[in-house]
T-cell receptor
């Protein structure tokens, strides 16, 4: 399977615990994105990377959230001191980022990680 | 917050019927994308539109990029049960690369 993969698919944690999610983008895709989706809503942008550089962060990304893409391949999203409001689907997407707006900018999503904070 | 208004919020149709849904914004978008999401899964890209007025088909799906660049439409012809799911419009504004999504249209197809 050459699509975007995410691990784990489901995570249940207690309030106050730290959690880390992993995303493996499509091979050779330079841009990687993180989104959060709550019930009844569309995905909302959190942050994105061009190779290993984190280029933009949403106001939704509080200080408890940190994302990394150390070698420009896979990425991790860590949430510290989880709160019940963090419960959501966390989606990762990637695109080739090869130039002007075109089919190279079509974002392909992974299956998501469903986080439940008790 | 989200800036795309998607309608209708939900649709309940009979198998074989055609479906239309749309997405509007007060802002200009440079690219429109339509995704379908099944429960517990990530969105799957259906159609991408890059130019105002563009009309693009993918099988039974047809989408259009509005000439004002502030809206887009998705039509599904001859619906089948596997069309069930949530359809999202999404778009790029300006020169940034983050997608803005609508709230989705929930489609139910009665066999």
């Amino acid at each position: 399977d050459t699509g975007v993969s995410q691990d784990p698919r489901h995570k249940i944690t207690k309030r106050g615990q730290n959690v880390t999610f992993r995303c493996d983008p499509i091979s050779e895709h330079n841009r990687l994105y993180w989104y959060r989706q709550t019930l009844g809503q569309g995905p909302e942008f959190l942050t994105y990377f061009q190779n290993e550089a984190q280029l933009e962060k949403s106001r939704l990304l509080s200080d408890r959230f940190s994302a990394e893409r150390p070698k420009g391949s896979f990425s991790t999203l860590e949430i510290q001191r989880t709160e019940q409001g963090d419960s959501a689907m966390y989606l990762c997407a990637s695109d080739p980022a090869k130039g002007e707006r075109s089919s190279y900018n079509e974002q392909f999503f992974g299956p998501g990680t469903r986080l439940t904070v008790l | 917050g989200q800036q795309l208004n998607q309608s209708p919020q939900s649709m309940f149709i009979q198998e074989g019927e055609d479906v239309s849904m749309n997405c509007t914004s007060s802002s200009i978008f440079n690219t429109w994308l339509w995704y379908k999401q099944d429960p517990g899964e990530g969105p799957v890209l259906l159609i991408a539109l890059y130019k105002a007025g563009e009309l693009t088909s993918n099988g039974r799906l047809t989408a259009q990029f509005g000439i004002t660049r502030k809206d887009s439409f998705l039509n599904i012809s001859a619906s089948i049960p596997s069309d069930v799911g949530i359809y999202f419009c999404a778009g790029y504004r300006g020169s940034n690369y983050k997608l803005t999504f609508g709230k989705g249209t929930l489609l139910t197809v009665n066999p």
